[in-house]
Protein backbone atom coordinates (compact mmCIF):
# COMPACT_ATOMS: atom_id res chain seq x y z
CA UNK A 1 0.00 0.00 0.00
CA UNK A 2 1.32 3.50 -0.74
CA UNK A 3 1.09 6.56 1.29
CA UNK A 4 -1.60 8.45 0.67
CA UNK A 5 -0.37 11.67 -1.70
CA UNK A 6 -0.18 14.66 0.79
CA UNK A 7 -1.52 18.27 -1.26
CA UNK A 8 1.09 20.48 -2.37
CA UNK A 9 2.76 22.17 0.07
CA UNK A 10 2.30 20.26 3.29
CA UNK A 11 4.85 18.25 4.99
CA UNK A 12 4.12 14.15 4.82
CA UNK A 13 3.01 13.21 8.56
CA UNK A 14 6.26 10.88 9.46
CA UNK A 15 5.99 8.56 12.47
CA UNK A 16 7.09 10.69 15.56
CA UNK A 17 8.58 9.74 18.61
CA UNK A 18 6.40 9.88 22.01
CA UNK A 19 6.91 12.99 23.90
CA UNK A 20 6.10 13.00 27.73
CA UNK A 21 2.91 10.79 28.55
CA UNK A 22 3.41 8.49 25.68
CA UNK A 23 1.74 10.61 23.62
CA UNK A 24 3.50 12.40 20.19
CA UNK A 25 5.90 15.33 20.23
CA UNK A 26 3.81 18.71 20.88
CA UNK A 27 4.80 19.76 17.07
CA UNK A 28 3.78 16.71 15.75
CA UNK A 29 6.80 16.46 13.58
CA UNK A 30 10.09 14.42 13.49
CA UNK A 31 12.81 16.89 14.86
CA UNK A 32 15.29 15.04 12.47
CA UNK A 33 12.97 16.02 9.28
CA UNK A 34 13.40 19.61 9.28
CA UNK A 35 17.02 21.15 10.69
CA UNK A 36 15.76 24.72 12.41
CA UNK A 37 18.31 26.96 12.06
CA UNK A 38 20.83 27.29 14.78
CA UNK A 39 20.21 31.05 16.17
CA UNK A 40 23.51 30.66 17.78
CA UNK A 41 25.50 30.58 14.86
CA UNK A 42 24.94 34.37 13.42
CA UNK A 43 26.78 35.55 16.24
CA UNK A 44 29.83 37.45 16.33
CA UNK A 45 33.01 36.34 17.96
CA UNK A 46 34.24 37.79 21.36
CA UNK A 47 35.69 41.43 20.77
CA UNK A 48 37.40 42.88 23.80
CA UNK A 49 36.49 46.90 24.09
CA UNK A 50 38.96 49.34 23.79
CA UNK A 51 41.71 49.84 26.04
CA UNK A 52 41.08 52.37 28.94
CA UNK A 53 43.31 55.42 27.97
CA UNK A 54 45.16 57.11 30.68
CA UNK A 55 44.35 60.48 29.03
CA UNK A 56 42.35 62.44 29.78
CA UNK A 57 42.36 61.47 33.48
CA UNK A 58 38.65 61.34 35.16
CA UNK A 59 37.17 64.75 36.74
CA UNK A 60 38.19 62.79 40.63
CA UNK A 61 42.43 62.45 39.43
CA UNK A 62 42.11 66.23 37.82
CA UNK A 63 40.54 67.57 42.00
CA UNK A 64 43.02 65.06 43.70
CA UNK A 65 45.66 66.78 41.69
CA UNK A 66 44.76 70.40 42.05
CA UNK A 67 44.19 69.48 46.17
CA UNK A 68 47.93 67.70 45.97
CA UNK A 69 49.06 71.29 44.36
CA UNK A 70 47.52 73.69 46.35
CA UNK A 71 48.98 71.69 49.33
CA UNK A 72 52.32 71.60 48.16
CA UNK A 73 52.04 75.69 47.60
CA UNK A 74 50.95 76.30 50.78
CA UNK A 75 53.70 73.93 52.10
CA UNK A 76 56.37 76.37 50.32
CA UNK A 77 54.84 79.16 51.28
CA UNK A 78 55.11 77.79 55.04
CA UNK A 79 58.77 77.40 54.45
CA UNK A 80 59.69 80.31 52.62
CA UNK A 81 58.56 82.04 55.49
CA UNK A 82 60.32 80.19 58.05
CA UNK A 83 63.44 80.37 56.39
CA UNK A 84 62.99 84.42 56.75
CA UNK A 85 62.07 84.34 59.78
CA UNK A 86 65.28 82.16 60.56
CA UNK A 87 67.50 84.06 58.80
CA UNK A 88 67.00 87.58 60.36
CA UNK A 89 68.11 85.55 63.93
CA UNK A 90 70.74 83.37 62.25
CA UNK A 91 71.76 86.95 60.39
CA UNK A 92 71.59 88.81 64.19
CA UNK A 93 73.97 85.66 65.66
CA UNK A 94 76.40 85.85 63.25
CA UNK A 95 76.77 89.89 63.40
CA UNK A 96 77.02 89.21 67.31
CA UNK A 97 79.98 86.90 67.18
CA UNK A 98 81.42 89.54 64.74
CA UNK A 99 80.95 92.13 67.68
CA UNK A 100 82.52 89.78 70.64
CA UNK A 101 85.36 88.99 68.21
CA UNK A 102 85.91 92.88 67.61
CA UNK A 103 86.12 93.43 71.37
CA UNK A 104 88.42 90.52 72.33
CA UNK A 105 90.61 91.98 69.50
CA UNK A 106 90.14 95.83 70.74
CA UNK A 107 89.01 96.16 74.13
CA UNK A 108 86.80 99.27 72.74
CA UNK A 109 83.80 98.51 75.28
CA UNK A 110 81.40 101.42 74.33
CA UNK A 111 82.01 100.56 70.43
CA UNK A 112 80.61 97.36 71.24
CA UNK A 113 77.93 98.91 73.14
CA UNK A 114 76.84 100.53 70.02
CA UNK A 115 77.46 97.91 67.95
CA UNK A 116 74.80 96.07 70.20
CA UNK A 117 72.67 98.80 70.49
CA UNK A 118 72.38 98.98 66.61
CA UNK A 119 71.96 95.24 66.62
CA UNK A 120 68.77 95.48 68.86
CA UNK A 121 66.81 98.04 67.30
CA UNK A 122 67.24 96.17 63.37
CA UNK A 123 66.15 93.24 64.84
CA UNK A 124 63.12 94.26 66.20
CA UNK A 125 62.82 96.60 63.49
CA UNK A 126 62.57 92.76 61.57
CA UNK A 127 60.47 91.03 64.15
CA UNK A 128 58.12 93.76 65.34
CA UNK A 129 55.54 96.19 63.38
CA UNK A 130 57.66 99.32 62.26
CA UNK A 131 55.26 101.69 63.76
CA UNK A 132 56.07 99.82 67.65
CA UNK A 133 59.24 100.37 67.65
CA UNK A 134 60.98 102.79 65.02
CA UNK A 135 60.06 105.76 67.51
CA UNK A 136 61.19 104.13 70.57
CA UNK A 137 64.18 105.90 72.86
CA UNK A 138 65.44 105.78 76.05
CA UNK A 139 63.40 104.44 78.83
CA UNK A 140 60.63 103.87 76.60
CA UNK A 141 62.80 101.13 74.35
CA UNK A 142 64.40 99.54 77.54
CA UNK A 143 60.69 99.15 78.42
CA UNK A 144 59.64 97.30 75.13
CA UNK A 145 62.92 95.23 75.00
CA UNK A 146 62.27 94.03 79.04
CA UNK A 147 58.59 93.43 77.80
CA UNK A 148 59.55 91.24 74.53
CA UNK A 149 62.08 88.68 76.61
CA UNK A 150 64.20 91.21 78.81
CA UNK A 151 62.56 90.30 82.30
CA UNK A 152 63.66 93.32 83.66
CA UNK A 153 67.56 92.93 82.84
CA UNK A 154 67.54 96.11 80.50
CA UNK A 155 65.87 98.38 82.85
CA UNK A 156 67.51 97.63 85.91
CA UNK A 157 70.55 95.12 84.79
CA UNK A 158 73.40 95.02 82.19
CA UNK A 159 70.59 96.53 79.49
CA UNK A 160 71.19 99.80 80.47
CA UNK A 161 74.35 100.42 79.21
CA UNK A 162 73.03 100.56 75.92
CA UNK A 163 71.78 103.94 77.10
CA UNK A 164 74.59 105.09 79.33
CA UNK A 165 77.79 103.58 77.66
CA UNK A 166 78.04 104.42 73.79
CA UNK A 167 78.19 108.53 75.77
CA UNK A 168 80.81 107.90 77.99
CA UNK A 169 84.51 107.97 77.59
CA UNK A 170 86.36 103.95 76.95
CA UNK A 171 86.33 102.48 79.77
CA UNK A 172 85.58 98.75 81.39
CA UNK A 173 81.77 98.29 81.40
CA UNK A 174 80.74 94.41 81.89
CA UNK A 175 80.23 94.47 77.87
CA UNK A 176 80.26 90.59 78.12
CA UNK A 177 76.74 90.53 80.00
CA UNK A 178 75.49 93.01 78.10
CA UNK A 179 75.95 90.57 75.07
CA UNK A 180 75.32 87.71 77.03
CA UNK A 181 71.50 89.79 77.44
CA UNK A 182 71.63 90.88 73.61
CA UNK A 183 72.14 87.18 72.87
CA UNK A 184 69.70 85.74 75.17
CA UNK A 185 66.94 88.62 73.65
CA UNK A 186 67.82 87.08 70.46
CA UNK A 187 66.89 83.53 70.74
CA UNK A 188 64.11 84.35 72.76
CA UNK A 189 61.91 86.47 70.00
CA UNK A 190 63.47 84.01 67.20
CA UNK A 191 61.24 81.07 68.86
CA UNK A 192 58.37 83.55 69.91
CA UNK A 193 58.19 85.34 66.77
CA UNK A 194 56.66 88.88 66.40
CA UNK A 195 54.03 90.22 64.22
CA UNK A 196 54.90 92.23 61.38
CA UNK A 197 52.06 94.75 60.22
Do not use: K
Not at 67 to 73: F, R, V
Not at 75 to 97: K, P
Not at 167 to 183: M, N, T
Amino acid sequence: MTPPSSPAGTLPLVATPAGPGGGPLASGLNPGAMAAPDPLADLRGYHLPDPVSWWPPAPGWWLLALLGLSLLILLAGWLVRRHRRGAAARAAQAELTALRATLAQDGDAAACARGLSRLLRRFALVRFPRRVVAGLSGEAWLAFLDAQGGGGRFQSGPGRLLLDAPYQPPQDFPVAELASLVEDWIRRNQRLGGRRS
